[in-house]
């Protein structure tokens, strides 16, 4: 067995993997709560993204940093989250909320038209060309050389440990915010039940924004991780991550939160594995495959609960 | 109901003046869509009482309560708390002011544990203090044993208590109550008649919503009876118990 091409599948896998999942939780925890898919939701990640290569820019771009690294990264996470987590809550108040008593498909077809006109804007803002993070050139490479290597010589670079590490810190907060907090088990009692969540006197609407808000972040999160470790940026990133965060959500179980984190998890596998070891050009057709085979399987996902629950 | 119809209304702002019953549902029609649900509905409770809001299938008894609380707001006619005009207020200000509810079918949180669902009854109050947890738990000392148990995987018996502790976690002035009865077998339906009968007499007002007549009117002081979303009888409770027509009525069905 070459060792070296699988754990090199794995690591690209489960990087890949930590991004989708960020994505896939937002999706997930906005599907819980309204039922409804948002399409925008990749664009969102699409705009943190930008955010993130607007701060390099900013701060002398990545040849001529004029900052300390860690301060750098800090303030993209936090500027692209806050930017993120802003155009969600605009989204939902301007696209999603009149259409609350609409039947389900209007507001699908609005996502996908707030999905068209964030890419939209943004390739008249930003231009249509790829942008690039460059983060090889940051400090003089000296962030790719450290890391460390695993058996057979594979590097693992740090700004790999960063979006994989940072991706699982994000997650631990946001379990602790969903189970902890006061706004957390709000969410999680209108996710289950909106109407009877009103009659405990939860004001609905903040809640709904409180979930756009923080889902949106953790995409803007996302965006920032995935270009420094894959570099480009560019506006119509969204639609295949915002895609394969989709099916990663479903996967897991939509409306379930770990089961967004496996689920993007098994994506980036079977993303990374198939490109190494079969082809990039079967890439798609093995994530939808996987797709497939689980719905078939488990209708409502690996971690999904039959629907029979809600009385 | 005392015609207290055309009184000059100040639109209170401030609390009720004494004498002011609890709540007031003066001419409601509510529609949902197009389809006019209540029909002129006038009906009070005083602090303190007990009174029952009878009626068959769909005759309008839990969209009366939605009314009440603001889930659904009235085309016409006025919702007032303690003499204030809430009918376009939302729903947390009128829970803020003291309602709390038992929905039909207890409508627990089921994901989420029986600690939680507590919290989530008192989330205007900051999800309750040490105190109604204790006050709660005293009257059902099994939610205790269970509070870290999903609500969900509870029998009927204890999902109703959840239902109850949950809605008397906020300390509410005026208590709802939709078919409190509905899907329980007999010894606990009587079980939570008695529980009722406890907490109304500790001092709550309660507006209970029922299709059991017989079990609801012999702890009532009034009942209202609902059909096809109007009033067609109202009274103290003894009286309606004697009443030929509600009698017939629910023989008839
Ligand atoms: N959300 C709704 N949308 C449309 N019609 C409804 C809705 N809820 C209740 N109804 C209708 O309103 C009528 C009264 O319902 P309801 O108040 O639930 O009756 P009850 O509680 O007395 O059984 C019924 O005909 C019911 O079908
Ligand atoms: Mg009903």
Redesign the pocket.
């Known amino acids: 067995m070459n060792w070296n091409l699988f754990l090199t599948e794995l690591v690209a896998g489960v990087t890949h993997g930590a991004v989708y999942s960020l994505i896939a939780l937002g999706y997930s925890m906005v599907y819980g709560i309204l039922k409804l898919l948002n399409f925008a939701h990749g664009d969102v990640y699409m705009v943190g993204a930008f955010v993130g290569f607007g701060i390099i820019t900013v701060f002398g771009g990545a040849e001529a940093l004029s900052v300390n690294v860690w301060v750098l990264l800090l303030v993209m996470l936090v500027c692209a989250m806050l930017a993120g987590g802003l155009l969600g809550v605009m989204i939902e108040r301007f696209a999603y909320r009149r259409l609350r008593a609409a039947p389900r498909i209007a507001p699908l077809i609005t996502a996908l038209g707030v999905s068209f006109f964030l890419e939209n804007a943004a390739q008249l803002v930003l231009g249509a060309q790829y942008q690039s993070y460059n983060s090889y050139g940051w400090k003089g490479g000296s962030l790719w050389t450290s890391g460390f290597n695993l058996p057979s010589g594979v590097h693992v670079g740090l700004p790999q440990i960063i979006a994989v590490v940072g991706a699982i810190v994000l997650m631990i907060l946001l379990t602790w915010f969903v189970r902890r907090t006061r706004t957390g088990k709000a969410m999680r009692a209108t996710s289950f039940d909106r109407e009877a969540a009103a009659m405990m006197g939860i004001d609905v609407d903040r809640v709904i924004v409180a979930t756009f808000f923080i889902g949106s972040a953790l995409a803007g999160a996302a965006g920032v991780f995935n270009g420094l470790v894959y570099q480009q940026v560019w506006p119509y990133m969204g639609f295949q991550a915002g895609l394969y965060a989709f099916i990663a959500a479903v996967v897991g179980g939509i409306g379930n939160l770990p089961g967004a984190v496996v689920g993007g998890l098994v994506i980036g596998l079977a993303q990374s594995f198939s490109i190494g070891y079969i082809s990039s050009t079967f890439s798609d057709a093995i994530v939808f495959a996987v797709l497939i085979a689980v719905m078939v399987l488990r209708p409502s996902g690996l971690l999904g609960r039959a629907a029979v629950q809600k009385v | 109901m005392s015609g207290t119809g055309d009184q000059v209304s100040t639109d209170g702002e401030h609390g009720s003046p004494n004498g002011e019953p609890l709540l007031v549902l003066e001419g409601i029609d509510t529609f ?2 197009p ?1 006019h ?1 209540l029909q002129g509905l006038n009906l009070e409770v005083r602090a303190g009482e007990l009174v029952c809001l009878l ?1 068959g ?8 309560l939605k009314t009440i609380l603001g889930i659904v707001e009235p085309r016409n006619g006025t919702v007032r708390l303690e003499g204030e005009d809430v009918t376009r207020r939302p729903t947390s200000y009128r829970i803020r002011k003291g309602i709390a509810i038992v929905p ?1 079918n207890r409508r627990l949180f089921a994901p989420m544990t029986v600690l939680e669902n507590l919290e989530m009854g008192a989330y205007l109050h900051g999800g309750g203090s040490k105190e109604d947890f204790e006050r709660v738990y005293s009257l059902f000392p099994v939610l205790y044993e269970r509070r870290s148990q999903l609500a969900g995987t509870l029998s009927g018996g204890e999902q109703q208590m959840v239902a109850m502790g949950r809605a008397l976690m906020a300390k509410p002035k005026l208590l709802l109550m ?1 078919e409190p009865s509905m899907g329980l077998a007999p010894i606990l339906v009587e079980r939570s008649f008695e529980i009722i009968k406890q907490v109304h007499e500790a001092g709550v007002a309660m507006l209970v ?1 029922e299709q059991n007549a017989n079990v609801s009117l012999s702890i009532a002081d009034r009942g209202y009876v ?1 059909s096809t979303g109007r009033l067609v009888l109202e009274g103290k409770a003894d009286e309606l118990r004697e009443n030929e027509d509600l009698r017939k009525a629910y023989l008839g069905r």
């Open positions: 949902y869509g389809i649900i009626g299938n769909a005759s309008g008894k839990s969209t009366t039909e939709d919503v609902l």
